[in-house]
């Protein structure tokens, strides 16, 4: 549809029409409707009195775009349900079989009963346009997946907005809850880092209960301004999203949103915020609070507010904004806006948390320098922890680093689990303490964490990813090369599945495979290193070991730029039968404190050393035997729920 002019307003019997906006509004109460539904109501009202076919409909709301015709049928079913009937009983919205739809009201260009109106007439109808013209053919409609869902939302009315206490009048419980990121009131303001913020915050302060809400980074693909909320709900698996616009200026904030049943449609509650920008906390409490009694949640006492200053969290928003676009770069930039924020409040937990956090991630995602990242890291979680011992993330941000670099299985492990303890529908609680317990060899625990974390997020792209590799090192290669496959499929843009899939490839000697995956995982933005070893590999397995030895002195010529862990030159010198030079690299990977090292007790491409006596001694000196590294120790039990091993893809 063309956009608007700024001044294309409409009136109606106490209803406002706004183009611009796409806002319908009655006696000054804002009215919940999706953009198409708004753009369906302008096409009727300017043809007002007027037939407008089924197809001329189609053509004017999705032009060039080929859809289902129940959208069309169930966005109508709104409209005459929000708009009603006229004051001689006749409906607004009016279906003639057949032939097409009519608006019937008398619609105004100014408000009715101002003076000055363009025309020179006071309160007077504006005469209707013809028709809009389409092909002789109409439109053909197809089946389209995506529009399915959205189909599916469109069946029931919508309230009218209100600010009174929402009625928590559901017939099913709701125990899965999505916040999509908020919106910008119009095109042309948007601001990501605010929008996708605030519903970062509300998912912090509606976690603390007892639903499942879905993370930041599954819901922030739902931010488009024309995103319906419901299928957005479907496809999320929830069984209720928040949606909302936020927009500020002169030092103010202005929030409207709104809470919808994905089952059957319902608005379960309406709010409308306007206050000034210090007030931002009391607005996402204001909202918690009452989405909270919308769905009879019950929210925990303990979640506080962790800092007063609005700059603070401004900068900690900016910060979690870069840290989550996961390049060296952004991991750099984040960091600089969380030590800036905690300048201006040094009481502040999540800026720690999330320099802990940026900074191991880089490590093992980017290879990184360990040693200067993760004790960076590990100061600033322990600093979190100090501060908000009752924060689940403080303690898993600690638990990870001292796994990866300090070795210490035991506080690891307490760590996580304190964690978990803490908060056990988090993802993060779930998938890290399972990513510890792999590595330990503990990997039916491990399994059933990542499985229970697919159930908090069915979304996540990592957990998708980290589940196959939980597979592959529990030795189960053909579950772990479809699992990957399936996550490939789904997320073909995400390299994290491209490399882990190299691994179980390597396994089953599909060399050839291993090649093409590091080469996309590469191209889709990987900066692990691990790409070129697994090449590397793959050729020495080939009998290209000309070309294995050219990748090799390639990443020990990268070692004058970038840090390049010995435990990865050990795997190549491994693949070319090299014993002597592998172990003594290993040897420095212990040395060095190697994150890797932690994989040494699973990783298969060891199993032809592990009779070697210096090989021994590296187990022996790495400590898995500790008792929380023994397969039989007591597992977390997630939740008490009993789930199988391998959780289905969607």
Not at 6 to 26: E, M
Not at 233 to 247: E, M, Q, R, W
Request: contains cysteine; hydrophobic residues 40%; charged residues 25%.
């Amino acid at each position: 549809m063309d956009s608007p002019a700024a001044d294309d307003v409409h009136w109606f019997d106490g209803f406002r029409l706004d183009a611009g906006q796409r806002l319908l509004s009655r006696d000054g109460r804002d009215i919940p409707l999706s953009p198409k539904a708004v753009e369906i109501l302008l096409v009727l009202v300017r043809h007002r009195g007027r037939i407008v076919s089924k197809n001329q409909l189609l053509e004017a709301v999705w032009k060039n775009v080929v859809v289902e015709e129940s959208n069309l049928y169930g966005y109508l079913h709104i409209l005459r349900n929000t708009l009603g009937n006229d004051r001689d009983g006749k409906p607004y919205v009016e279906t003639l079989p057949r032939r097409g739809y009519r608006f019937n009201g008398v619609v105004h260009r100014e408000p009715p009963g101002e003076e000055g109106d363009r025309n020179g007439a006071v309160g007077a109808a504006v005469p209707a346009p013809a028709a809009p013209q389409v092909g002789r053919m109409g439109r053909l409609p197809v089946a389209v997946a995506g529009m399915v869902l959205a189909a599916l939302v469109l069946t029931l009315g919508v309230l009218f907005f209100n600010k009174t206490e929402p009625r928590a009048e559901v017939t099913a419980p709701i125990r899965v809850l999505a916040v999509l990121p908020f919106k910008p009131v119009a095109e042309g303001a948007h601001n990501e880092t605010f929008e996708l913020g605030m519903a970062d915050s509300l998912i912090g302060l509606l976690g603390n209960s007892n639903l499942i809400v879905r993370p930041v980074g599954t819901v922030r693909r739902f931010g488009s301004l024309d995103q319906d909320p419901i299928a957005a709900g479907k496809d999320l698996a929830a069984d209720a999203v928040l949606d909302g616009t936020i927009s500020t200026a002169d030092g103010r904030v202005r929030i409207t949103t709104s809470l919808w049943r994905v089952a059957d449609g319902r608005q379960l509650w309406a709010g409308k915020f306007d206050e000034k920008f210090s007030g931002i906390f009391d607005i996402q409490d204001s909202i918690s609070l009452r989405v909270a009694n919308a769905v009879n949640a019950k929210l925990s006492g303990a979640r506080r507010r962790y800092t007063q200053n609005t700059e603070a969290y401004r900068l900690y928003l900016l910060g979690n904004h870069h840290a989550q676009l996961l390049t060296p770069r952004d991991y750099a930039i984040a960091i600089q806006y969380f030590k800036q924020a905690i300048a201006l409040d040094p009481d502040y937990p999540w800026p720690y948390i999330g320099i802990a956090t940026a900074d191991r991630v880089n490590v093992l995602s980017a290879d990184a320098p360990p040693t200067e990242r993760m004790t960076e890291g590990k100061a600033a979680a322990e600093k979190a922890v100090a501060l908000a011992p009752e924060l689940a993330e403080a303690h898993v941000a600690l638990g990870m680093i001292v796994f990866f670099h300090d070795w210490d299985w035991d506080k690891a492990i307490g760590q996580l689990e304190q964690a978990y303890d803490i908060s056990p529908n988090l993802e993060d609680t779930n998938i890290e303490l399972a990513h510890a317990y792999s590595n330990l060899g503990r990997h039916e625990d491990a399994i059933r964490l990542s499985t229970h974390a697919g159930v908090i997020d069915p979304l996540s792209p990592r957990r998708w990813a980290l589940h196959g590799q939980f597979l592959f090192y529990a030795g189960r290669n053909e579950e772990s090369i479809r699992h990957l496959r399936k996550a490939i499929q789904t997320l073909p843009d995400f390299w994290l599945p491209h490399l882990f899939i190299q691994r179980p490839y390597l396994e089953m000697g599909m060399n050839k495979e291993v090649i093409a995956e590091a080469d996309q995982a590469t191209r889709l933005g990987s900066h692990s290193l691990e790409n070129t070893v697994n090449k590397a590999c793959a050729y020495a397995n080939l009998g290209d070991t000309g070309e294995a030895r050219t990748l090799l002195a390639e990443l020990e010529k990268a070692k004058a730029t970038r840090y390049v862990g010995p435990y990865l030159l050990a795997v190549v010198h491994n693949a070319l039968g090299e014993t002597g030079p592998t172990l003594a690299l290993l040897e420095e990977a212990y040395r060095t404190r190697d994150w890797r090292m932690t994989f040494l007790k699973v990783d298969p491409r060891w199993n032809n050393l592990r009779s070697e006596p210096r090989f021994a001694e590296l187990m022996r000196q790495m400590k898995f035997d500790s008792p929380v590294a023994h397969p039989g120790a007591e597992p977390v039990n997630p939740a008490g729920v009993s789930l199988p091993a391998n959780p289905p893809l969607r």
